[in-house]
């Protein structure tokens, strides 16, 4: 309700931000403009502030009549605009207007006369005047959303009037000499830096029942919307949860649920995304939208129905990514799976009892939108479930199939084969995670049958219009493209079940076919579609072979024939961005995965020179190649006949693999930054292998299941797999080496001497520790010392600054003679077997062996002590 305390803070705030304009000594002046002296260009002055005068004043006889008249003849002198000079004293005498509406009910009709007037355009005397009178206009649009507080209907409308017309700005109906026009955008720029977007957002919650005032207060919501200023006060006002809430409140008219739509959409493109989905992410707003689209789905029959409700669609796929939207609790999740799967699984369900999608464009988008959102919805794992019940598998299976001939399709064939490579591309995220599910429904008979279809000749004209279809225009690439990214994500789960009914069914040898007839029928055009086929082919054998030696047999010469074409790419192909770079590292993988172990294979690889097409790639000295490759030989070394191929290569300038060993294991080091002169000899002979990055970073704290940095430098930089090559060629008679590569080869040579230096350097550090734990415990100055190190070191590592009135609580134990961090469990080490003679020993041999002066353990001077040592060992 509008009260005297907001009037007074309204005023407050317009006298507060007056600036030299408005103080200034002279009277503002107004040209009232007469029939008589218009042509002339003759203004009558009138003395604003004597008005402001007049309204202040009370308790007289008379006076609201002379008020209302001053005011009428104000609201005549500004027909044609009000000039920016005046605005600050314009908007006083309004808000001094509205302060007397509660208690005189005509001031209604003067302030709705003034509202009116700011739908007319601002006026500037000199192009300076936008910049001068900038802060008074902002505040004075700022006061429009203040006084929507005021319980007058038709007052309220009038000001969202008036805030629309900022959106449509027309030119005065009169000129007036002297005065321009202010710019078009110059009302909308002062609206946001004034805040009313605040303001507008906060009248909400006034109109709960009024739905005509909510609907005009949304429709200046849509029209400030469109900035993303006002976006992002809006958003801070929580105007999207207070919008979303009152979506299903009734509106015969359906404004309501347009526009608050249009507003939620641009508050998520022009203001923080994550905070409006934060502010939407709570149960009574997934509530309201949940029945809004239920209601649109069922019962929106128009065109703009359905664009709306797939509009609502996309808004809750937005929030659905948000985990911490509560989707499942409010059973929207459940929902929209039933209406994703409908079509194929018959349902009782009377939500979608007798419904049926048309192939209009709207249900199309719909249909696509729907697999969309599952998913997201699955990345939620506690939906698997919800997944299971609406038979989501058998659903999207139903479109993993050749087209039928004279079959009535629900869709058009453009329409059913988006949706078929969408389904399937939905099949890569679903399936995986439920395998009993796929399995049940023969999902591996189903993919690789299809598959089939896609090799086979049978005439089929795609027409890859789809972000799905990308590269499929008259062919069957995309089917088969999504096709084998689902056979990968299936694989590699590693699955045991899945991976030996593939194998069973002839995965292995139906992917070496489609391979091989992918490559003899070369297509330039489709390229990048066609590598990244191969790419997904070689990855699915790898996972299928890895670690079993028959179903490498079964891969053989046939398999190894299509890796060695791959590994004769021309080099110049790596940099085309095509992706030849991913093609060659799934190549790599599958040597490793698919060769290696299986000696006909590994000989068949040989015979072949596919070490000489690894030394090749390696030789192009690029990075990302050279761990792999390294680790393929070194497992390949292993084979006697290996060493041969190996010495027998030659690059360019008659390069030797040994030489380009070495090469590399210089330029690692280099990189690492391990210490070396111009000779390639060592400097620090403490720290041969010392890298900058382990002098920078001394100790690094590591989780226990993370590797330490030993073992990662020793997994990830490539001289231990050199060392273990060159190890395997014996380190001798190798050809082609320079003087520099003689004194790297002795360091190579030495590798595992230094990293054994490295583990007599931590014992030397173990029986150090040890000989101090001796030192503390025999000799009570040496205790004391430690005693006092260790207390100033823990105090140097407290912090001082504590804050106020806090309690502090000691840890310390007063008293306690022992250098060890000391807590609720003690061990305590007996004394060595060698001395007592173990747990079961006789008393007396203990005692014969153990120099007791006094004590309990005396014995009785008849016990002769023998073999005692010349100096105590303490206890």
């Known amino acids: 309700m509008w009260t005297k305390e907001a009037a007074a803070t309204a005023e407050a705030r317009e006298s507060g931000i007056r600036n030299k304009s408005s103080s200034s000594s002279q009277i503002p002046v107004v040209g009232v403009v007469t029939e008589d002296n218009e042509a002339q260009g003759v203004f009558k002055p009138m003395d604003l502030n004597r008005v402001i005068k007049l309204l202040e004043e009370t308790d007289k006889d008379g006076l609201e009549e002379k008020q209302l008249k001053f005011v009428k003849k104000l609201v005549q002198c500004f027909q044609n605009g009000l000039p920016l000079r005046d605005l600050a004293q314009i908007f006083k005498i309004l808000n001094l207007c509205a302060g007397k509406i509660k208690n005189q009910p005509r001031f209604v009709e003067s302030a709705y006369d003034i509202i009116k007037l700011c739908g007319l355009p601002f006026l500037k005397k000199k192009v300076s005047d936008e910049i001068t009178y900038a802060e008074d206009t902002a505040n004075s649009i700022a006061l429009l959303g203040d006084l929507m507080k005021i319980p007058s209907s038709e007052l309220r409308i009038q000001i969202c009037k008036c805030i629309v017309d900022f959106y449509h700005a027309?030119?005065?109906?009169?000129?007036?000499?002297?005065?321009?026009?202010?710019?078009?955008?110059?009302?909308?720029?002062?609206?946001e830096v004034g805040g009313l977007a605040k303001t507008m957002v906060q009248s909400i919650t006034l109109l709960e029942h009024q739905l005509v005032e909510k609907l005009w207060v949304l429709k200046v919501l849509q029209h400030l919307s469109t900035s993303e200023v006002n976006c992002t006060i809006m958003m801070k006002a929580q105007a999207a949860s207070g919008i979303c809430t009152h979506l299903n409140d009734p509106d015969p008219s359906g404004q309501l649920l347009f526009r608050s739509s249009e507003i939620l959409w641009n508050l998520l493109e022009k203001s923080s995304k994550e905070e409006v989905i934060q502010q939407l992410s709570n149960l009574e707003c997934l509530l309201a939208l949940k029945e809004v689209f239920t209601n649109l789905f069922m019962r929106g029959f128009s065109h703009y129905d359905?664009?709306?409700?797939?509009?609502?669609?996309?808004?809750?796929?937005?929030?659905?990514?948000?985990?911490?939207?509560?989707?499942i609790e409010?059973?929207?999740?459940?929902?929209?799976?039933?209406f994703a799967t409908f079509n194929e699984v018959k349902s009782q369900n009377l939500l979608v009892k007798g419904l049926k999608l048309s192939n209009s464009y709207e249900d199309f988008e719909l249909k696509k939108l729907l697999f969309n959102v599952i998913v997201i919805l699955c990345k939620d794992l506690p939906t698997v479930q919800l997944l299971i019940d609406g038979k989501v598998i058998l659903a999207l299976f139903t479109y993993v199939k050749k087209p039928e001939k004279q079959k009535i399709m629900d869709w058009s064939a453009a329409q059913h084969e988006e949706l078929q490579l969408h389904a399937i591309a939905t099949l890569s995220s679903v399936a995986p995670l439920l395998i009993e599910e796929y399995m049940s429904c023969q999902g591996n008979a189903r993919v690789?049958?299809?598959?089939?279809?896609?090799?086979?000749?049978?005439?089929?004209?795609?027409?890859?219009?789809?972000?799905?279809?990308?590269?499929?225009?008259?062919?069957?690439?995309?089917?088969?493209?999504?096709?084998?990214?689902?056979?990968?994500?299936?694989?590699?789960?590693?699955?045991?079940?899945?991976?030996?009914?593939?194998?069973?069914?002839?995965?292995?040898?139906q992917m070496i076919?489609?391979?091989?007839?992918?490559?003899?029928?070369?297509?330039?055009?489709?390229?990048?579609?066609?590598?990244?086929?191969?790419?997904?082919?070689?990855?699915?054998?790898?996972?299928?072979?890895?670690?079993?030696?028959?179903?490498?047999?079964?891969?053989?010469?046939?398999?190894?024939?299509?890796?060695?074409?791959?590994?004769?790419?021309?080099?110049?192909?790596?940099?085309?961005?095509?992706?030849?770079?991913?093609l060659l590292f799934s190549t790599l993988d599958s040597i490793w995965c698919c060769i290696l172990g299986c000696y006909p294979s590994e000989d068949y690889f040989l015979e072949k020179e596919g070490i000489f097409l690894l030394l090749d790639v390696l030789a192009l000295n690029q990075k990302k190649f050279c761990n792999l490759i390294l680790g393929i030989m070194v497992e390949f070394c292993d084979n006697p006949k290996t060493a041969a191929h190996v010495n027998a290569w030659q690059g360019k300038k008659d390069q030797t693999a040994a030489s380009l060993l070495i090469k590399l294991w210089r330029k690692e080091e280099k990189e690492l930054g391990v210490k070396r002169d111009k000779n390639g000899k060592i400097i620090d002979t403490k720290k041969p292998l010392f890298t900058s990055f382990q002098e920078e970073h001394k100790i690094i704290p590591l989780p226990a299941n993370c590797p330490s940095i030993a073992v990662m430098d020793v997994s990830e930089n490539i001289r231990a797999k050199i060392y273990a090559i060159l190890g395997k060629l014996d380190f001798e008679n190798l050809p082609g080496l320079s003087a520099e590569d003689f004194v790297t080869l002795c360091i190579i040579h030495r590798y595992l001497d230094f990293k054994i230096q490295a583990t007599h350097k931590q014992r030397e550090l173990a029986n150090k520790s040890w000989e101090n734990f001796l030192a503390r415990t025999s000799n009570a100055k040496t205790l004391k010392k430690a005693k006092r190190l260790q207390e100033k070191a823990i105090e140097a590592s407290r912090y001082h600054k504590r804050p106020q009135n806090a309690v502090f609580h000691g840890t310390d134990i007063k008293g306690l003679n022992t250098t060890v961090p000391?807590?609720?469990?003690?061990?305590?080490?007996?004394?060595?077997?060698?001395l007592v003679g173990g747990p079961l020993a006789d008393t007396d041999i203990a005692l014969k062996k153990l120099p007791i002066r006094g004590g309990a353990l005396r014995r009785v001077k008849a016990v002769e002590i023998v073999d005692a040592p010349k100096k105590s060992i303490p206890t």
């Not at 005065?179 to 110059?186: E, I, L």
């Not at 005439?459 to 056979?487: E, I, V």
């Not at 000391?822 to 060698?834: D, I, K, L, Q, Y």
Request: proline letters at 5%; glycine letters at 8%.
């Open 170 to 191: 027309e030119p005065p109906k009169k000129h007036i000499p002297g005065y321009q026009q202010a710019s078009s955008s110059y009302k909308i720029q002062m609206a």
């Open 306 to 327: 359905r664009q709306l409700r797939n509009d609502i669609l996309v808004i809750t796929t937005i929030i659905a990514q948000n985990p911490e939207a509560p989707m």
């Open 330 to 338: 409010c059973g929207f999740t459940k929902d929209l799976i039933l």
């Open 448 to 509: 690789l049958a299809f598959l089939e279809w896609c090799e086979s000749e049978d005439p089929f004209f795609s027409h890859g219009n789809s972000f799905h279809g990308t590269g499929g225009r008259g062919n069957k690439f995309a089917q088969m493209r999504y096709s084998l990214r689902l056979l990968r994500a299936m694989v590699y789960l590693e699955d045991e079940t899945v991976n030996t009914d593939l194998c069973e069914k002839g995965t292995i040898q």
């Open 513 to 582: 076919g489609i391979f091989k007839n992918i490559i003899s029928k070369p297509n330039e055009k489709e390229e990048a579609i066609v590598l990244e086929i191969q790419s997904d082919i070689l990855l699915i054998l790898s996972g299928l072979c890895e670690n079993h030696i028959q179903r490498k047999e079964i891969f053989g010469t046939e398999g190894v024939d299509i890796v060695l074409h791959v590994m004769k790419t021309d080099p110049r192909k790596l940099q085309s961005g095509l992706g030849y770079n991913l």
């Open 822 to 834: 000391s807590g609720g469990v003690v061990t305590v080490e007996s004394t060595p077997a060698r």
